[in-house]
Nanobody, 122 residues
């Protein structure tokens, strides 16, 4: 199994950038597909991006394409979410998740971090 801890969130001005990190513990990290989800107050949890176990395949929500990039560094047991051109509507708690196959469905992931807050000001 995998334990996940997100970091890198904070306050940023609209148009700015942040890079989120998800540090994983466990010796089988490289065998897991990884994903980012987010949840804003009063809204459903939303898929952001996913990456396959080897990093060759990625999936993005339509609203994230061209702005967000998911990547992973398996030797460091870390997955990243580079967020550019941030908008106020990107404000949410961002969660890292691990599963056995990459998917847009949150039910595909059985391990979750506690989340990191991203706030984008106008």
């Amino acid at each position: 199994q995998v334990q996940l801890v997100e970091s890198g969130g904070g306050l940023v001005q609209a148009g700015g950038s942040l890079r989120l990190s998800c540090a994983a513990s466990g010796r089988t990290f490289s065998r897991y597909a990884m994903a980012w989800f987010r949840q804003a107050p009063g809204k459903e949890r939303e898929f952001v991006a996913a990456i396959s176990w080897g990093g060759a395949s990625t999936i993005y929500a339509d609203s994230m394409k061209g702005r967000f990039t998911i990547s992973r560094d398996n030797p460091k047991n870390t997955v990243y979410l580079q967020m550019n051109s941030l908008k106020p509507e990107d404000t949410a708690v961002y969660y890292c998740a691990a599963g056995h196959s990459s998917s847009m469905n949150e039910r595909s992931y059985n391990y979750w971090g506690q989340g990191t807050q991203v706030t984008v000001s106008s």
